[in-house]
Nanobody, 117 residues
Framework: QVQLVESGGGSVQAGDSLRLSCEAS????????MAWYRQAPGQQRDLVAE???????NYTASVKGRFTISRDNAKNTVYLQMNRLKPEDTAVYYC???????????WGQGTQVTVSS
């Protein structure tokens, strides 16, 4: 059973920083693609950032230059460093793990990020 355990959410002021963490099962972690999605109330779940097994990163336009995704394969953990937060970043953030070669995908339980102006 693959588990993704997220932490680091909270309530902050605009301009503040937060770092989200997602610890995954160590099984085949280094071969998986990891991502962060977010879902605001009444909105669909959208990709925020992703990092592949070879460490290639991709960001949605609205967070480029403010958010950084990284991974530590030794700790089976993916991070999302969020700087200069804006109220529009308010959402539930979900960790996502994909094994493209196996056709498998897993989700974390979500962590709330609230940014007030």
């Amino acid at each position: 059973q693959v588990q993704l355990v997220e932490s680091g959410g909270g309530s902050v002021q605009a301009g503040d920083s937060l770092r989200l963490s997602c610890e995954a099962s160590p099984i085949r972690f280094r071969f998986s693609n990891m991502a962060w999605y977010r879902q605001a109330p009444g909105q669909q779940r959208d990709l925020v950032a992703e990092i592949t097994s070879p460490m290639k990163t991709n960001y949605t336009a609205s967070v480029k230059g403010r958010f950084t995704i990284s991974r530590d394969n030794a700790k089976n953990t993916v991070y999302l460093q969020m700087n200069r937060l804006k109220p529009e970043d308010t959402a539930v953030y979900y960790c996502n793990q994909k094994f493209p070669a196996l056709g498998l995908e897993y989700w974390g339980q979500g962590t709330q990020v609230t940014v007030s102006s």
